[in-house]
């Protein structure tokens, strides 16, 4: 007896777990566009080490600094390395406010870092850390690419959960 009543109660669970919904977020979205930057702040010199400096700031964008698919402003802290071999890399957190893809307002705050050999293109990531308001939920992750010019053109997918 006991042993039926202990099927019977494993066989009600594993039937349970069957309609238990998954957790599903919602397809990538593709996002592309530029960020312009329209306000440099002081470089601080942070220090030397092995042949190379490190160099950190705050860089402001106002009202279509980011357009396209992301659309808003920002502020973005950065810290660079230039390295003795020419090698330079920027490592940025921006705080954005605005829409992604015609969503209410909201804020972000998106890592990207970047790389260049000194040749004047920087290629690079980002990723959306974290998301509040109208843009509660959302990820997203992508591309970067500066090619001699203080505009960034981004790339990549958003989706939300």
């Known amino acids: 007896m006991k042993k039926r009543l202990l099927a019977f109660l494993v066989m009600i669970v594993l ?3 069957a309609f238990v919904p998954a957790a599903v977020a919602a397809p990538p979205i593709p996002v592309s ?23 950190s700031g705050e860089e402001v964008t106002f009202g279509d600094g980011w357009s396209g698919g992301i659309s808003g402003s920002s502020v973005d802290y950065f810290r ?10 920027g490592f940025f957190t921006f705080y954005f406010t ?5 969503s209410d307002l909201g804020t972000l705050v998106i890592e990207m870092s970047l790389i260049t050999t000194g040749a004047g293109r920087w290629m690079g990531s980002w990723v959306i850390k974290s998301a509040a308001g ?6 997203g ?21």
């Open 80 to 89: 660079c390395v230039f390295h003795r071999n020419g090698v330079i890399q």
């Open 15 to 17: 039937a349970g777990l």
């Open 141 to 161: 992750e992508g591309k970067a690419c500066i090619d001699m010019n203080p505009m960034v053109s981004y790339s990549g997918k958003v989706h939300w959960k």
């Open 33 to 55: 566009g530029d960020l312009t930057i329209t306000a440099v702040g002081d470089w601080v010199f942070e220090k030397n080490a092995g042949g190379n400096e490190f160099w």
């Open 134 to 139: 109208g843009l509660a939920g959302l990820h």
């Open 98 to 102: 605005g829409t992604v893809l015609g």
